[in-house]
C-alpha cells in the first residue's frame, strides 16, 4: 500500500505543474489509491434540445472543499505511430460502437466505413499528454479520449473547473483530473477551459480558430490584437522591409477571409509536411501560382503578389 510521503515523492512535480491546489492533495491520494469514482455524486449527464450532452451539477459544490478534486477515466488512448489509432479501432471490438456513441455518429456503413468517420471526428475530443521521466527522444505524445462524462464537459472563456490529465505511477496508468474554481450550485453547467497559453492574445486566437474558423464571436478582439501588434512591430518591420527590398501592399488592412473549395491546395519545399499531411482535403502542387498555401522555407519577399491573389 502506497503512503502518502511517497505519493508526494513520486507526483508533487505533476501536482504543481498542473497548479492543483494543495489541500486537495490527500483527497486525491484517497481516491486514487482505492479508485474512487465519485463524481456521479455530484454531476450527471444532461441531453438538450439538440441532442448534445452536457455536465451538470446535481449538488451545491464548496471550491474549498477537501474532497472537491475528481478523477476522469481515459476511454481511449492512442499514439500516432504506425496507425495506431485504427489498429485499436478495429482489434478492440467494444471501442468502435463507444466512440461512435460519444461523438454521436450515426454507425452507418461497413467497419472501414464507420472507422473512418470516427478518426475524422476524433481531434474534437482528444487531449495528450507526455510522459516527462522520459528522455526527450523516447517521449512521443499519447492521445486520450476521456469518458462520456468528461468528453461532455464543455469549453468556457471563464470556466468554472479546472482539468488535467495525470500520470498515477502506482497503478501506471493515466487519468485526468478535476477541481472546482469557483463554488459550484445545484443546476450549474460544467465547464473548462480547453486552451492553455501564456498570454491573452494568444488565448484568443486559438479560441477563435478552436470554435470559430471564420472569426465570428471573436471579430472584434482579432482585430484590436492585430492593430495592437501591428503598431508595436512597424519600427522592426520597416527596418527588415527595407534591408530585404521586400514588396508589400499599400494598405496593411486585413485580407477578407476566403471560402476554399476543398480540397486545399499546397505549395511547399518542406519534407515533413509533405510526408505527413496525408488527409484527402489537402493536396500538393508543384506551382505556387496554383496554391491557396504557400509555405517555403525560404524567406518571402513578394508579399504583394500574395496579398492580390484572392486565392491565397
Partial sequence: MSTYSTFLAQH?????????PQHLWPSLFQKLCQEIFDAGNY????????GDLHAVAIQDLDASNRDAIFLIDHAWTFTNENSNARNTLKNVPSLLPRMENLMQLSGEGDVE?????????????????RLGHLPAEEAGTIWYIMDEFGSAIEHEDEPN????????????????IMWPIQDIENGDFV???????????????LCAALFYPKGEEYNEQIDEICTRRRLQASNIMDAQYNRDEESVPN??????????????????????????????NFVFVDNENDANVVWPTRHIKDYVSLHNNPNV
Wanted: glycine content about 2%; charged content about 20%; aromatic content about 12%.
Fill in 191 to 205: 465547464s473548462r477551459s480547453y486552451v492553455s497559453a501564456t498570454t491573452e492574445d494568444v488565448r484568443i486566437a
Fill in 12 to 20: 508533487e512535480a505533476q501536482l504543481r505543474g498542473a497548479n492543483v
Fill in 43 to 50: 454531476f450527471q449527464l444532461a441531453r438538450d434540445q439538440d
Fill in 251 to 280: 494598405t496593411i488592412a486585413s485580407k477578407k477571409a476566403i471560402e476554399l473549395t476543398l480540397p486545399v491546395k499546397i505549395c511547399t519545399d518542406l519534407k515533413y509536411m509533405k510526408e505527413f499531411v496525408d488527409h484527402p
Fill in 161 to 176: 473547473f479546472c482539468m488535467a490529465p495525470f500520470y498515477y505511477v502506482s497503478g501506471q496508468c493515466a487519468f485526468s
Fill in 113 to 129: 466505413t464507420r472507422t473512418n468517420a470516427v478518426l475524422q471526428s476524433v481531434w474534437k475530443f482528444a487531449n495528450s499528454y
